[in-house]
């Protein structure tokens, strides 16, 4: 399936996007690609998480207490964690710092600056700035590669079956799913890092943002998220299917074998 086909299926209503990176130093030359169907951004979810753990560490000096809360942050996507990472560094410090090492700018959203997951993104950002922190591990970053780690060890539950998809058991994956109460959406992201040779990676990005406007799907879904509940089989329901048809077709025209 092209991205024509894929996006001519979606609902009126929704939002995707896909991107893909391929770079490296004695390799091919960089091969970037974008898709955008929709709103040009969209909240980011939990699809930061490791990139703000990454930057975070510099900013704690206790490192056994940064890693307390960076690892289940990217490996259980822990949304306590993430906030003591976001509040005690400082949202705008963490996304000044993620802008000084990648040289992308992300705006903290307005309002309430504990939302970390309200950040907007496009899906060439976030696989650009994917691609620094996976060459950043793999010319001796200790702490990119700790991060880069984690993101291997995030479990099928929570990673959509991307890895799978991409017949890549080896990727780095994160990903983010949420629906807001002032959205009519479900919001299901991922993101997978495929090393390669040397300081050669790929990165491959989804954003999905698909409608969702049930009133007692809703209904049971903030029900579900207000007691702390799982809702990833809501977001697999909803989502799954268009989030791995667009990163498959994203790999596919990347040129990736």
């Known amino acids: 399936m092209g ?3 894929l996006l001519d299926d979606l609902d009126y209503g929704a939002g995707v996007q896909a991107a893909g990176i391929r770079r490296g130093y004695g390799g091919p030359p960089v091969r970037t690609l ?55 560094v400082g949202p705008r410090v963490i996304l000044d710092d993620l802008r000084r090492r990648t040289g992308i700018a992300w705006e903290p959203p307005n309002g309430d600056l504990s939302r970390f997951g ?13 691609a620094d922190l996976a060459q950043a591990a793999a010319t001796g970053d200790p702490v990119a590669a700790d991060v880069l780690g984690w993101m291997g060890a995030v479990e099928r539950p929570q990673a959509f079956g991307v890895r799978e998809a991409l017949g890549r058991p080896e990727a780095g994956v994160k990903c983010g799913w949420y629906g807001a109460p002032d959205e009519s959406c479900l919001r299901t992201h991922a993101v997978a890092v495929l090393p390669g040779y040397g300081t050669q990676v790929s990165v491959i990005v989804a954003l999905t943002a698909l409608p969702f406007t049930d009133p007692r799907e809703r209904e049971v879904y903030r029900e579900r998220v207000g007691q702390g509940l799982p809702v990833e089989d809501e977001h697999e329901k909803v989502g799954g299917h268009v989030l791995r048809a ?6 596919a025209e990347l040129g990736e074998r």
């Open 34 to 88: 974008s898709v955008t169907y929709g709103p040009t951004r969209l909240r980011c979810a939990s699809l930061l998480k490791p990139l703000y753990a990454w930057v975070a560490a510099a900013r704690i000096p206790d490192p056994e207490r940064w890693r307390r809360h960076a690892e289940p942050a990217v490996v259980v996507s822990s949304n306590i964690d993430t906030l003591n990472l976001w509040l005690s």
């Open 246 to 251: 667009l990163m498959t077709t994203t790999l």
């Open 3 to 5: 991205f024509n086909e």
């Open 118 to 130: 309200s950040v907007e993104v496009a899906a060439d950002e976030v696989a650009a700035a994917y």
